[in-house]
C-alpha cells in the first residue's frame, strides 16, 4: 500500500511530465532549422515549480552546442513551428526559448532556469545523448535528465532522482551555476497557454 501512495503522488506531482504524441521529424527537418547560438557553450535545467506546493513538476535541459536544442522529457509543449524527434526539440532561437519558457510559466507554476558554462566538447556530449536517449515514459523526466547529465564529464556527481526539484537542488551545487526564476500569472491552463505560444510563434 506505502508503495502504491507513493506512487500515485509522485504521478500527481508530476503531471506536467506526460507528452502527446506527435508527429516524428525527419532529419531534412531538423537541419534546415537548426540554430546556432553564438554564445558559449551551456547546458541550462528548466523546472517547473508548482508556485503554492513549492514542489517540481516538469524537467527538461536546454542544450546550446553545434546547435541549440531542448531536451524534453516526457513534456507537454509542443510548437509545428519547431520541430521534435523523440524529445528533443530543434530549431531553438532565442525567440522559440522563451516562448518554451512562456508556455509554462503562469499564475499556477513558474520556471527555474540554472544555466552553467560548458566546454564544447562537454555541449557536444549532452547534444548525442539527448538525441540517441529516445522518447522518455511519463513522469521520468528528472530520471532521464539525471542520468544524461552523469554521463557528461564534470556532473558525475549528479544522482539518481525521480524529483524535478531535487534535482534542481544538485544543479545548484555545480560551480558558476546562474539561477533565474520567470514568473507569468495568465491562465493555469497549460493548453491555453501552448496554443497562445503557438500562435504567436506560427505568425
Not at 524527434?85 to 540554472?114: C, K, L, N, W
Not at 539518481?160 to 507569468?184: C, H, N, W
Amino acid at each position: 500500500m506505502l508503495r502504491f501512495l507513493v506512487a500515485v503522488s509522485l504521478l500527481a506531482a508530476l503531471t506536467a511530465c506526460t507528452k502527446p504524441v506527435q508527429n516524428y521529424a525527419d532529419d531534412a527537418t531538423i537541419a534546415a532549422v537548426a540554430y546556432r547560438n553564438p554564445e558559449p557553450p551551456s547546458l541550462t535545467l528548466y523546472t517547473m515549480v508548482n508556485n503554492r506546493s513549492g514542489e517540481g513538476a516538469h524537467t527538461a535541459l536546454l542544450i546550446n552546442a553545434s546547435q541549440q536544442v531542448i531536451f524534453d522529457p516526457a513534456g507537454s509543449f509542443y510548437s509545428s513551428a519547431t520541430p521534435e524527434q523523440d524529445d528533443v526539440i530543434f530549431g531553438v532561437t532565442p525567440q522559440m526559448e522563451q516562448a518554451y519558457r512562456s508556455a509554462h510559466a503562469r499564475s499556477t507554476f513558474h520556471v527555474v532556469s540554472q544555466k552553467v558554462s560548458v566546454s564544447p566538447e562537454q555541449a557536444e556530449r549532452a547534444l548525442q545523448l539527448a538525441r540517441s536517449n529516445g522518447r522518455v515514459a511519463d513522469a521520468f523526466c528528472a530520471s532521464s535528465t539525471a542520468k544524461l547529465l552523469t554521463q557528461i564529464p564534470g556532473f558525475e556527481s549528479i544522482r539518481s532522482t525521480m524529483f524535478p526539484k531535487k534535482l534542481m537542488t544538485q544543479f545548484a551545487e555545480i560551480p558558476g551555476v546562474q539561477t533565474d526564476r520567470y514568473y507569468e500569472d495568465d491562465s493555469p491552463d497549460l493548453q491555453q497557454g501552448l496554443n497562445t505560444v503557438n500562435a504567436t510563434l506560427t505568425q
